[in-house]
């Protein structure tokens, strides 16, 4: 468990929570408290006695068991004193992110094949828990999102960076929605490797020189794109509840607290339009693996039209020839050039000339002319 108090140009952290508990909220900044999921199942009964000290109120039975669910889909709820967000990240890894069972990657749905960034997109849900001053977030083990973020925030506090603009979380839902807009940035970066390798599958499938033979493979690609649509859905639906939820937030007092509702707005904006974009390319990656698999077999029906077209133009090429030779075959005694020393080559010189007339005939009109692939 790690626990931060942020205020204005200030970080500092900590792992007591009965500490934390005894002393109660400070007068300035925010607390975030950030524990893996098997903590939080452990000490479920210490988080709550100390929610009840800090902020006067505990979760409820459904939000707990929805924040310890590892297959909840992501999703926005409320009460009149905190939000439950709970969020599904993408993120590449396949570790123990449970208290005893892993949660499901994308893996445990295509053992068999597919790309192999596919197989290592973790799928585990995350729960933000916003009170006024105090936020709690359940994670996955060794989540990389929080401590990527828990890092960064100590960095933010030095001279360089804060000369450079960059500033601390204002509020527990400021830092709520970097940490979900972190979350997203991360499969837009796994988004280069993605596509690399299913643009490797789809020269595969349009190659005429190979023999495409991995359709259970293509199966579970495509099925695990699908899912990813679907997890990326419920993350757009998820903060759009949100945003909606946020306008219902009472009227700021002051301006500071004005500015702050607006830059909330914003930046909860801005992640949306980051999980669309995220829609919007595993959609195009989804359309692109089912136009190379049409394409493939476009290409093998046009290779067998050639196939089929040659066989033709040979058949009909020989079949005036077997007319003649079945012609002169004929038990008949009184057969023209029968009995003729030269009436083999007459007939011969007869059927090369018939032969080569319609292989001249089939190649002007292009029969015998190859298709390029």
């Not at 040659?310 to 077997?322: E, G, H, Q």
Request: with cysteine.
């Amino acid at each position: 468990m790690r626990i931060f108090h942020i205020q204005n140009n200030q970080v500092t952290e900590s792992s007591d929570l009965e500490k934390l508990t005894n002393t109660g909220l400070p007068e300035q900044g925010f607390i975030w408290i950030a524990c893996a999921r098997n903590e939080f199942e452990t000490l479920q009964q210490t988080i709550q006695v100390s929610l009840q000290v800090l902020c006067g109120i505990q979760i409820v039975d459904l939000h707990m068991s929805d924040l310890l669910n590892k297959q909840l889909p992501s999703r926005y709820d409320y009460t009149s004193q905190y939000d439950v967000l709970v969020f599904r990240r993408l993120a590449a890894g396949h570790k123990q992110s449970g208290s005893s069972v892993p949660d499901q990657p994308l893996e445990s749905i295509s053992p068999r094949g597919g790309p192999p960034i596919l197989r290592r997109i973790d799928t585990s849900p995350v729960g933000f828990v916003l009170f006024e001053r105090v936020l709690l977030t359940v994670h996955p083990i060794d989540c990389h999102e929080r401590d990527a973020y828990a890092a960064k925030l100590m960095q933010t506090v030095s001279n360089e960076l804060r000369l450079a603009g960059s500033r601390l979380p204002a509020s527990p839902a400021d830092l709520m929605l970097r940490v979900v807009n972190q979350m997203v940035d991360g499969f837009l970066e796994l988004r280069r490797e993605l596509t690399r390798q299913l643009d490797h599958w789809q020269t595969e499938l349009l190659n005429p020189k190979t023999r495409f033979n991995n359709w259970g493979a293509l199966m579970d690609a495509r099925r695990s794109l699908h899912q990813l649509d679907e997890i990326c859905e419920d993350q757009r639906s998820s903060i759009q509840d949100w945003i909606e939820a946020l306008k219902t937030w009472p009227e700021a007092q002051t301006l500071a607290e004005q500015r702050e509702r607006e830059l909330l707005q914003v930046r909860s904006r801005d992640v949306l339009e980051h999980i669309e974009r995220v829609v919007h390319h595993v959609r195009r990656l989804e359309q692109s693996t089912e136009t190379a698999v049409q394409m493939h077999f476009s290409v093998q029906g046009s290779r067998t039209n050639d196939i089929m077209r040659t066989l033709t133009v040979l058949t009909a090429i020989f079949l005036p020839l077997n007319l003649v030779t079945g012609f002169f075959g004929m038990n008949f005694d009184a057969l023209p050039l029968i009995h003729n020393q030269s009436g083999i080559w007459w007939a011969l010189g007869f059927m090369v000339l018939v032969a080569m007339s319609l292989i001249v005939l089939f190649w002007r009109k292009r029969y015998l002319a190859r298709t390029g692939h």
